[in-house]
C-alpha cells in the first residue's frame, strides 16, 4: 500500500513570523485517523524567518531529529547546544525530560525538517549530538539504531536515510515494514506518481520500490518497524 500526501494538503500552523507544515496532528490540528506512522509521531517542515524560533520548552520520552535544509538553527539546550546547516543533523534524546530551545541563526532564512520518534524505553537520560552527513552514490544513512548512521536511536529498527537524485537516476527505497518518504527538494516518480518538493508518501510492506529522479532531488526516509499507528 502507498498512501500520498501532497505539500498542500497539510496542516499549517502560523504563528510570530514561522510557518509549519505538519504531515500529523500536532498541536490544535487534530485528525484521529493521523496521528502517526509506527513510531513516528512528528514530521514537520519549519520555516523560520530571520529573529524567530521556538523559545525555551520542555520534551519528554521522544527521539526528535532536525535535518536543516537551508539557513542555521542555532540549538539550546541543558544536556547540549550547537548551531547546524545544510549537511547537518542533530538529534536530542529528551528522555525522563529536557528543556531547549531553536532559533533562527544568522540572516537568512531557515528551513528544517524535524521528526518525532518515541523511544523502546521511558525515562532514559537525555542526550544530545550533531554531526556531518556527506551524501555519496545511494542512500546515507543519517540515524538508526544500530550504530551504523552519523546518528544513533533510541528506538529499535528505525533509520533514517538520505539521497541526492539525479535527473534519470534510479534509486530502491529501504527495505522495511513501514516507509515514510519525504521530497525536500526537486522532484521524483514513485510507482508512476509525481512527488514535489513538500510531497509525501507512506508506505507498507513496499519496501525495494523504486525512486527515479525527474530533476535534481533530495530526499529523505523513514525506515520504521512494523507497529501500528
Known amino acids: 500500500m502507498i498512501d500520498y500526501h501532497s505539500a498542500g494538503a ?87 525530560g529536557v528543556v531547549h530551545s531553536e532559533m533562527a541563526d544568522g540572516d537568512a532564512e531557515t528551513r ?37 548512521g552519523v546518528l544513533s536511536l533510541a528506538a529499535r529498527g528505525t533509520s533514517l536515510h538520505a539521497a541526492d537524485l539525479d535527473a534519470g537516476e534510479r534509486l530502491a527505497l529501504p527495505d522495511a515494514a513501514r516507509l515514510h518518504v519525504f521530497v525536500a527538494a526537486g522532484e521524483v516518480m514513485l510507482a508512476e506518481r509525481r512527488l514535489q518538493d513538500g510531497d509525501a508518501a507512506r508506505l507498507v510492506d513496499e519496501g525495494g520500490r523504486v525512486l527515479v529522479g525527474e530533476a535534481r532531488a533530495q530526499v529523505l526516509v523513514w525506515a520504521l518497524p512494523d507497529v501500528r499507528g
Open 10 to 96: 497539510r496542516f499549517v500552523t502560523r504563528a510570530e513570523g514561522r510557518t509549519t507544515r505538519h504531515s500529523f496532528s500536532f498541536g490544535s490540528h487534530y485528525d484521529p485517523q493521523n496521528v502517526g506512522f509506527a513510531n513516528l509521531v512528528a514530521h514537520n517542515d519549519e520555516r523560520l524567518p530571520h529573529g524567530t524560533g521556538y523559545p525555551d520548552h520542555p520534551h519528554s520520552d521522544l527521539e526528535i531529529v532536525t535535518w536543516v535544509l537551508c539557513g542555521a538553527l542555532r540549538h539550546t539546550s541543558t544536556v547540549g547546544s550547537g548551531v547546524i546547516g545544510p549537511g547537518e543533523v542533530q538529534r536530542l534524546s529528551a528522555g525522563s
Open 112 to 148: 528544517f525538517l524535524q521528526a518525532w520518534v518515541r523511544p523502546d524505553t521511558a525515562g532514559l537520560d537525555p542526550d544530545y549530538c550533531a554531526g556531518e552527513v556527506g551524501l555519496g552514490a545511494g542512500w546515507t544513512c543519517v540515524a538508526d539504531s544500530a550504530g551504523s
